[in-house]
């Protein structure tokens, strides 16, 4: 496949976890996206910034640290992800809390996003 | 409304079938989407969206049973329908590869589904032109 | 030697914790591989990438983080395959006693 | 681009969908989002506001009762209408 005919994916996460599975499932979906070296990018907004609070240890109710995970993302050479200002604000993060290679977007910026690539998908 | 060529889509179902009736809009839409005369080659079930796969699941007589809308359109169409595998055997959804695998007498996946990877989702949206998203809240 | 319950039916430890260096030569034995220096080089990256991301990695991100960390020589995926033949991310995860790494990736 | 909105009306998923919402797109109510067309609904309001075209699929309307007491400015489509939508928009945010 030439580069030129990969189609673009923007991968939208909306949901708080460890409460929903959604967002795993989000996090899922963007590393397979690159793992098969396809371009992909990952938009954390509204209460999906929830999921970037640092410090997570869901040892004792025995899930997957999914902040850990997240970190993982350059390694798959996903080495940006995009986040709320807006919501990162209302929440409490601050730049020192988001993970390495961090955009915030506020609303237009968002909104470029999704005009920029071939494919949303919201989650 | 005229259409000048056929589009390729690619539907992408999160939506559990037991928890409202999206995933019977999705089935709906995607036979608008052939009728519309569009292809369809793949459906990709993620998250709860892969318990439509479930082969003992059972619909009152008079309802819609959103796993005969599938199968109806795998059918008719040669659709596939793909059930992500590791969100599905996490909801005990397996087919006999799985069950063997696992220990368990039998699949529970209807047969008209096939599990597989998140990489045939990413085939799927290469070859796209209109990837569709159906969701909806817990 | 762990007995035979202590692995699932693909050869996985079911419990982290049972993990030793003797364990990763019984694992390793059973996948007809000897483990040199080399090899356990790759097991103690995994483990330490397990100990970071909480996952197990997939292909490509096991090839950078192994080039991350011994250089351009050894990050590359026909060097790990050649210590790990088939399918590399999948049997030195098996060997380090990490998860399988994920069926969707 | 084309959204599609399946929530209630007091789900958080409708303020962003508002903001990221503009005068060029069309959204698509589905599902429990179909509320937002009943007249008098003042998210409904802000959503005309907007300028994006609006719809309501017919059959979720109808499940819902909202068909017989839709706002003005919320067109109903039917499932082939639902297809136009994405034939016209080369992009859908599912919004749910």
């Known amino acids: 496949m030439s580069a030129a005919a990969r189609k673009s994916v923007l991968v939208v996460t909306?949901?708080?976890?460890?409460?929903?599975?959604?967002?795993?499932?989000?996090?899922?979906?963007?590393?397979?996206?690159?793992?098969?070296?396809?371009?992909?990018?990952?938009?954390?907004?509204?209460?999906?910034?929830?999921?970037?609070?640092?410090?997570?240890?869901?040892?004792?109710?025995?899930?997957?640290?999914?902040?850990?995970?997240?970190?993982?993302?350059?390694?798959?050479?996903?080495?940006?992800?995009?986040?709320?200002?807006?919501?990162?604000?209302?929440?409490?993060?601050?730049?020192?809390?988001?993970?390495?290679?961090?955009?915030?977007?506020?609303?237009?910026?968002?909104?470029?996003?999704?005009?920029?690539?071939?494919?949303?998908?919201?989650? | 409304m005229g259409m000048a060529v056929a589009l390729n889509y690619c539907l992408l179902i999160m939506a559990a079938p037991a928890s409202g009736y999206t995933s019977l809009t999705a089935a709906r839409f995607g036979a608008a989407v052939i009728a519309q005369g569009h292809i369809l080659p793949r459906v990709f079930f993620l998250d709860g969206g892969t318990s439509n796969g479930l082969a003992t699941a059972i619909t009152a007589q008079d309802e819609k049973s959103p796993l005969t809308e599938w199968t109806q359109l795998a059918t008719a169409h040669g659709t596939e329908l793909v059930l992500c595998v590791s969100s599905a055997v996490?909801?005990?959804?397996?087919?006999?590869?799985?069950?063997?695998?696992?220990?368990?007498?039998?699949?529970?996946?209807?047969?008209?589904?096939?599990?597989?990877?998140?990489?045939?989702?990413?085939?799927?949206?290469?070859?796209?032109?209109?990837?569709?998203?159906f969701g909806a809240p817990e | 030697m762990l007995p035979a319950t202590a692995f699932d039916r693909e050869g996985f430890l079911k419990t982290r914790q049972a993990w030793s260096p003797a364990v990763a030569e019984q694992i390793a034995a059973g996948e007809q591989i000897e483990l040199s220096a080399a090899h356990w080089e790759i097991i103690t990256l995994l483990r330490a990438y397990y100990e970071?991301?909480?996952?197990?990695?997939?292909?490509?991100?096991?090839?950078?983080?192994?080039?991350?960390?011994?250089?351009?020589?050894?990050?590359?995926?026909v060097y790990l395959l050649s210590l790990f033949p088939g399918s590399p991310a999948k049997i030195a995860s098996k060997i380090a006693g990490l998860p399988k790494p994920d069926n969707c990736l | 681009m084309l959204h599609t909105l399946n929530c209630s009306p007091e789900h958080p998923a409708l303020q962003d969908c508002l903001k990221l919402l503009r005068a060029e797109d069309a959204l698509l109510l589905l599902g429990d989002g179909v509320y937002l067309a009943l007249a008098q609904c003042s998210n409904g309001q802000a959503l005309q506001a907007t300028g994006a075209a609006l719809y309501v699929l017919e059959a979720d309307a109808r499940a819902a009762g909202v068909h017989a007491r839709l706002a003005l400015g919320f067109n109903v489509v039917d499932d082939a209408g639902f297809v136009a939508l994405t034939e016209r928009h080369a992009r859908q945010m599912a919004w749910y």
């Open chain 1, 14 to 123: 909306r949901h708080a976890q460890p409460g929903r599975s959604l967002a795993r499932a989000a996090l899922d979906t963007t590393l397979a996206t690159a793992a098969f070296d396809q371009p992909v990018n990952l938009l954390f907004l509204g209460a999906g910034v929830l999921q970037l609070i640092p410090h997570q240890d869901s040892s004792a109710v025995g899930v997957r640290n999914l902040r850990k995970v997240i970190d993982s993302m350059p390694l798959y050479d996903v080495e940006h992800c995009y986040v709320d200002t807006d919501a990162a604000q209302r929440h409490g993060l601050t730049t020192a809390d988001l993970p390495s290679g961090a955009i915030l977007v506020d609303v237009a910026a968002q909104r470029a996003l999704f005009d920029a690539h071939h494919h949303i998908l919201g989650f």
């Open chain 2, 90 to 133: 996490k909801r005990g959804l397996l087919d006999s590869a799985e069950a063997q695998r696992h220990g368990f007498p039998a699949a529970t996946a209807h047969p008209q589904f096939a599990l597989g990877g998140l990489g045939l989702l990413v085939e799927a949206m290469q070859s796209a032109d209109r990837v569709i998203t």
């Open chain 3, 52 to 77: 970071q991301f909480d996952s197990s990695p997939a292909m490509r991100p096991l090839v950078k983080w192994v080039k991350i960390h011994l250089g351009a020589d050894c990050g590359r995926s």
